[in-house]
């Protein structure tokens, strides 16, 4: 059974920073190419980053490039999100998400973990 | 980065069919046969119902279909039931990236 479990969220101040993981179970992790996806509260999804299944190829939205870094340890079947400079407008759910063999549609989704930016 | 745009409300009774259209550009929906629809209940993940325009996953309910054209895709449910009340994302690659739609409620009256 495919599984991804986030964690890593919290609450942390304005200008901080924070490191979500995404473990992931039953599949060829390093054959996937791999997402973040964020939903602020009741607000709609948002894509965030992609990395390619060798970890050579990122791509960034641009609310985020500069401040937030993707990776992965393909060894220890995990998917990271480096975030910095931490704003109150990156307050979200973050999910990761598994890419369809390079189909550009996420076939399955973690159970996200809150991000919270606050004084 | 705009997001792609969808109705904010849709509405039907049981049994009845909707649409919920999801309007792109030529640089994103307009360009590939990438786009996939996204259902998403209060406080849970989203779950993937159509692929690459019209393409169903197993196990989704054959009430569910999508279609294409020109800049605009559009995800039909019929024979409405309770249990498909909830939200409804788009989504489209566009230059190395995924674009999403706004997201549209659906209420089963």
């Known amino acids: 059974e495919v599984q991804l479990v986030e964690s890593g969220g919290g609450l942390v101040q304005p200008g901080g920073s924070l490191r979500l993981s995404c473990a992931a179970s039953g599949f060829t992790f390093s054959s996937y190419w791999m997402h973040w996806v964020r939903q602020a509260p009741g607000r709609g999804l948002v894509w965030v980053s992609r990395?390619?299944?060798?970890?050579?190829?990122?791509n960034y939205a641009d609310s985020v490039k500069g401040r937030f870094t993707i990776s992965r340890d393909n060894a220890k079947n995990t998917l990271y999100l480096h975030m910095n400079s931490l704003r109150a407008e990156d307050t979200a759910v973050y999910y990761c998400?598994?890419?369809?063999?390079?189909?550009?549609?996420?076939?399955?989704w973690g159970q996200g973990t809150l991000v919270t930016v606050s004084s | 980065q705009s997001a792609l745009t969808q109705p904010a409300s849709v509405s039907g009774s049981p049994g009845q069919s909707i649409t919920i259209s999801c309007t792109g550009t030529?640089?994103?929906?307009?360009?590939?046969?990438?786009v996939s629809w996204y259902q998403q209940h209060p406080g849970k993940a989203p779950k993937l119902m159509i692929s690459e325009v019209s393409n169903r996953p197993s196990g989704v309910s054959n009430r569910f279909s999508g279609s294409k054209s020109g800049n605009t895709a559009s995800l039909t449910i019929s024979g409405l039931q309770a249990e498909d009340e909830a939200d409804y994302y788009c989504s489209s690659y566009t230059s190395s990236s995924i674009k999403f739609g706004g997201g549209t409620r659906l209420t089963v009256l």
């Open positions: 990395m390619n299944r060798d970890g050579s190829s990122t």
């Open positions: 030529s640089r994103d929906v307009g360009g590939y046969n990438y």
């Open positions: 998400a598994r890419e369809n063999w390079g189909n550009y549609f996420f076939d399955y």
